[in-house]
Every structure is written in structure tokens, then in C-alpha cells.
């Protein structure tokens, strides 16, 4: 299968200056700056097939959005090449950005005073969309999000759940091939997120387009997406799948036990980390050397009345963590 | 010819997609304009106040004098109305899409608009509609202009013509030469007080005779910021004073310019656009 987004060697620098405080640094400012160089994306390389849908992580500042701007189109490059669906994105061709939507969680597109309807209807006419398929589409999309009802009244009345909604449906309205997600269920409550990331789910298996995803929701990453794309300070630390990343990077399972009597820390300490006890002992959580899991469980069930045990893998979230200070070391 | 007629046939379709997208962007300001209505009320108002408060200044002027170099006191009302002509209209179309173009680069919101499948400049230029200074502009500019004209023997057809000529011509240069400046916001921090300063302090002037001035700042006036094209010469042509086809080309020739230079200022701009983190 050819990639349909390649990523050479891609690095993006900006200009930064520095300003000290106080009036007389502000006017020495004023004469001669500090100016400095910060990369933001750095030496970065990946690619990406048709109909995947690829989570993008990196702690704040690490490049991910500015990636995602490179691939829209929004910025140039500094060195590098980008190739999505054969176009060189900052060339900002038509047919190329009809092809896509960008989706920013913090920014919108529809008009703040008006019904989502009207912003709707100006993408119909900027993407060329032909009216049955512009109806076929809000209903659709309105249908399966179920904001039917929602559609005529001002986006400023609208709770953010219902407009990030909306604006998915904006931005899949030209149903594009390719969609960037830049945190889109930021401040969202859990219910809408699951809602929207089971819509996505749906949306790409129903119209198989890419998906590439930021979020600092390790939820949102976890249920989504199968390949997970890390970087940091703007260059590349892991690529390839969630399961993978697990097996890799997870060092450590959590038993989580159930003990039909109250069980002393100090008997269960020389097992692993207790990283959870509840009411006196009878519910516990330890840490364990995942190579060491089995005989572990097997030993405490030997030994103590157990009641219920489970073996899980320690969350997204804690692997991430622990790469990023492994990198940062 | 086959080629040729294909390349009409998009431009043609084009335009219409662009006209269609336009009459949203009316229709969507003119729903906005309807709910704030209060707002835009107290606009009105103001200004019906400051066109009365220039009238008034101007027939004290003339109870001392009876001419101003030259210009009576009907000429300078029709100095006036070309004057507002070309304020209102620039507000009225595209100068608050174009000053709001630094916070939506800081707010994020032009990275929004750089996905779309549109011309950025277009897109920037004309998003909102100023609804709200139509009304001013029709019953401020209306009878300043019918008393401007009233009872001239030089007016004809194609006096009137070429006024309406130089009007629109130097609009759209004005509009093109606003739209080069604010692209320096991908440059300079303070790209919208140089353009504020350039199109809209200068206006002032316009009230005033070009002629009036020392010959370099009537340079400038004409050539650096086309300012006499929109008010001076409009006047001159219905005064029957200037032969308009020489100032005209020269309009020409400086609205191309002006395209150029906001075409390099743009591509150069978006280059080295780097967006908010």
C-alpha cells in the first residue's frame, strides 16, 4: 500500500526574541533584541497508509501541532519534505485542501452569533459541495450525533459538547480523506468524549480516511488508534502500535486483589509497590515486575485468601510518562 | 481556441463561486447586524453627528471667505462627499475584516481560515459585511453629493462617468494598497497602526483641496496613497478643471502596482507566517 502523508527528515525553526524585564531592558530591547532559535520540529520522519488512524503525543511544546500545521499546509517548512495524497501541502493547492479538515478542539470555524446551519452552508459553497449531497451529509452526520435539534439555534448557546459537535460536522461535511484532530475533546465532560471518539471510531471504519490525532486524553488515544506516533523537543521517540509500546515500555502489571480478610501492608510489601489499599486491606492494588507477574499472583494466592484478582497493564498515561522522563534522563 | 475557452469557462465558474460565497458572507452580517441592532444604532448616529459637525465647521469657514483657493463652498461639499465615499465604503466592504487580521493571527483564527479552499486574501478581505454603515452612507453621503452637484453648468454624462471612474478605480486601489500593508503584520508587530496611520489618519486630508498642499505631500497624496484620486480629481472632473485621461492611467497604472506589491507582501508573508503555539 503506497503512504498517502510521507514525512522526510521534516524540521520547522522559529524566531524567538528575548525580552528581560523592566523599563531599561524593555528600551536596550528596543535598540538591539535577543533573538534566538527554537526547532520545533526536528529531523522528523514517518508515513502513514489510507484509513489509519494514528494518535500524535508529546507533552506541550513538543512539536506536535506544529507538525500538524506543516502537513495542513498552514506553515513551511524549514527543511524537509511533506507529501499528502501527493500534494506539497504549503503550496495550499484547491484539490488538496478540499481534501482534508482540520479539526483544532480550542479553535472554531462557525460563526459564534449565527445557527451552526449557516456555517455549514458557507463550507457547502467554499468546498463546492452539491446540494443533495450537502443534505445527505448534515443529516447524516447531525443524525448519528444526534444534535438534530441544535442546528438552528446561535453556536454561542450551544454547551461545548454540542459545539464540537457541530463543528465536526463542518469539518466533515466535504468528507475529506484525511482528518487532523488537535485535542478535539479538550474540556469536554467523559460522556460527550466517549460519544465523539465512538463517532470517529465509526466514521473511519464506515469512510476509511486518516485519521492522525493529538490529545492529551491518553482515553482518547487508547480507544482510537492502533499506531501511536510519540515525539519530543520536535524529533521522533517511538512509532508503531500501542501494542507494541506496551510491551516495550510497560516494565510493570498491576494485581488488583480482593482479600476476603484484612491484610497488613507489610505482609503484602515484599511483592511490589502497593500502589492502592482500601478499607483496612481487603482491597489492594500492588505493582509488580511484569516479568515476575505470574509467579507473584501465584504466591499471593497461595498464601492469602484471595477473593477476586486481576492482572492489568499499567495505563497509557503512566508508559508515556515514564518514556518522556526516560528521555529527558 | 478549444484551450482558451476552457480557461473562460473556469474563470467564469469561479467568479460565481466566489459571488455566491460573498452574498453568504452579506446575508450572514446582515442577520448579525440584525441582532445587534442597538449597537450599530448608536454608529449611525455618531456619525450623522460628525458629517453635521464638519458641515457646520465648513459654513463658518465660509462666512469669513467667500472661496478656498479656488474652491466654493459647494465644491468643498462635493470634496466632502467623495470623501465619505470612499470612507464609508472601505469600512462598509473591508477595512474591519483587514484590521482584525493581527488578532486572528494571535487568536488562532487565521489558521482556521488558511485551511479553506479559497483565496486567503479574499477570504480575509471580505468575511463580514459593515451593514450597519450602508444606512450613514446613504443619508449622509446622498445629500451632501445632490447639494455638491446641484446646478453646475460643467456637469455632462461623461463628466459624471469619469468621476464615477476615478471613485471606484481609486477604491479598489486603496482596498489593494490596505490589504499590502496589514500583510506586513507577518513581518512587524505593529503592521495595523502603519496601515491605520496610511489609509485612514490621512484621510483627513481629503476634505482639503489637494492643490492646497506643498507639491511633495500632493505627491504623496496622489501617488503614495491615492487619496486625490478618490476625492480631489472626482471634484476637478465635475468641475470641468482636469482633462481626466492622464490621472486616470496614472490610477491604473498604481492600482497594478499595488496589486503586485500586496501579491509579493502576502506570498512572502505566508512563508514566513509561524502561526501561535
Known sequence: ?329 | MAGESAVMRLLADDMKRYLKIYFIFVKNSFQLFLSHRFNFLMGITANIIWTISQLISLRFLFDKISTFQGWSFQDLILLLAFGQIYVYTSVLIYDSNISDLPKKIISGAFDRMLTKPINIKFLSSFETVAIAQFIPMITTVTPLLLYGLAGRHSLTLASLLFAFLFIILGNIAFYLLTLALIGLTFFVENALSIKDFITQRTSDLSRIPTDYFPKAIRYIITYAIPLAFVTYYPALVIRGRVDPILPLTSLLLLTILFYYLGHVIWQKGLKNYSGVG
Not at chain 1, 93 to 119: H, I, R, T
Not at chain 1, 156 to 169: F, P, T, V
Not at chain 1, 249 to 266: H, S
Open chain 1, 1 to 329: 500500500m503506497n503512504p498517502i502523508i510521507e514525512v522526510k527528515n521534516l524540521s520547522r525553526s522559529f524566531k524567538q526574541y528575548q525580552k528581560e524585564p523592566g523599563l531599561l531592558d524593555s528600551l536596550k530591547g528596543f535598540v538591539s533584541r535577543k533573538e534566538f532559535e527554537i526547532k520545533a520540529v526536528n529531523d522528523l520522519s514517518f508515513s502513514l497508509n489510507e484509513g489509519e488512524i494514528v494518535g500524535f503525543i508529546g507533552p506541550n511544546g513538543a512539536g506536535k501541532t506544529t507538525t500538524l500545521k506543516m502537513l495542513s499546509g498552514l506553515l513551511y517548512p524549514t527543511s524537509g519534505s511533506v507529501s499528502v495524497l501527493g500534494h506539497e501541502p504549503f503550496k495550499r493547492e484547491k484539490e488538496f485542501l478540499k481534501s482534508y479538515a482540520l479539526v483544532m478542539g480550542q479553535k472554531s470555524q462557525l460563526w459564534w452569533d449565527l445557527p451552526p446551519l449557516e456555517g455549514f452552508l458557507l463550507n457547502k459553497e467554499i468546498y463546492e459541495i452539491t446540494s443533495s449531497d450537502y443534505e445527505n451529509n448534515v443529516k447524516e452526520l447531525a443524525g448519528v450525533l444526534d444534535i438534530e435539534k441544535v442546528l438552528k439555534i446561535p453556536v454561542r448557546k450551544l454547551s461545548l459538547g454540542q459545539r464540537m459537535k457541530c463543528e465536526l460536522i463542518a469539518a466533515l461535511l466535504h468528507k475529506p480523506r484525511i482528518l487532523f484532530l488537535d485535542e478535539p475533546t479538550i474540556g469536554l465532560d467523559v460522556v460527550v468524549q466517549k460519544n465523539i471518539r465512538a463517532f470517529l471510531k465509526s466514521y473511519n471504519q464506515t469512510h476509511k480516511n486518516t485519521i492522525i490525532l493529538t490529545s492529551h486524553y491518553m482515553d482518547d488515544v487508547s480507544e482510537l488508534c492502533h499506531r501511536i506516533i510519540i515525539i519530543n523537543h520536535g524529533g521522533l521517540i517511538y512509532d508503531g502500535s500501542l501494542k507494541d509500546l506496551t510491551q516495550k515500555y510497560a516494565q510493570k502489571k498491576n494485581l488488583k486483589l480482593v482479600f476476603y480478610e484484612k491484610i497488613p501492608k507489610t505482609e503484602l510489601k515484599k511483592y511490589g509497590q502497593i500502589t492502592d489499599y482500601k478499607a483496612g486491606g481487603l482491597s489492594v492494588t500492588i505493582s509488580v515486575k511484569r516479568s515476575d507477574h505470574t509467579q507473584i499472583a501465584a504466591g499471593i494466592l497461595s498464601k492469602f485468601p484471595v477473593d477476586d484478582l486481576d492482572i492489568s497493564e499499567i495505563g497509557l498515561e503512566e508508559i508515556i510518562r515514564g518514556i518522556f522522563i526516560s528521555a529527558k534522563a
